[in-house]
């Protein structure tokens, strides 16, 4: 009898160690996708961050070159509406895709500033040109906060990934 005893207590006790192993396995097998996981997930936040601000900027910058192409012209002596009308056609076109890439506030201050900017040059009385591109001024110091600021956030976003 006491042979039986022996043998199933060490049956038992190597029944109990090999379902200890693969619950050891099992739960470290887990623990190891899960890290995986998170850090897949982490990753895929920043590159679409990574993109978002990149996207963002090679917009400001095609937006920001327009703007300095388009008021390098009061530089010129020779100037003719063609000229005006040509840069006018660019600094819209890239005010407006930029504010399809930027955060909402910003977005309403880029379109606006294109269109203060537009109604200064077009308009005809002097007083009210230079009230305007008071405005546009304005205006543009507002866009330039706004765009550090959301180029913060986006730095401030990447670190909560």
Known sequence: ????WKTVAVATITGLLTLAGVMTTSVMGWWSS???SEITTRQACITRLD???QNFR???DLFLSSLGGFVSLTGHTEL????YNERLDQLMKT????SAY????LSVVSRNMVN???SAIKEKDDQTSRQLLESYYATYEKWSTQFQDALTQVESDRKGC
């Open 1 to 4: 009898m006491n042979e039986v």
């Open 102 to 105: 930027a955060p909402a506030n």
């Open 80 to 83: 003719t509406f063609d000229d």
């Open 116 to 118: 203060q900017l537009k």
């Open 58 to 60: 090679a917009k400001a």
């Open 51 to 53: 993109n978002q601000e």
């Open 34 to 36: 899960s890290q995986s």
């Open 95 to 98: 005010g407006y895709a930029f």
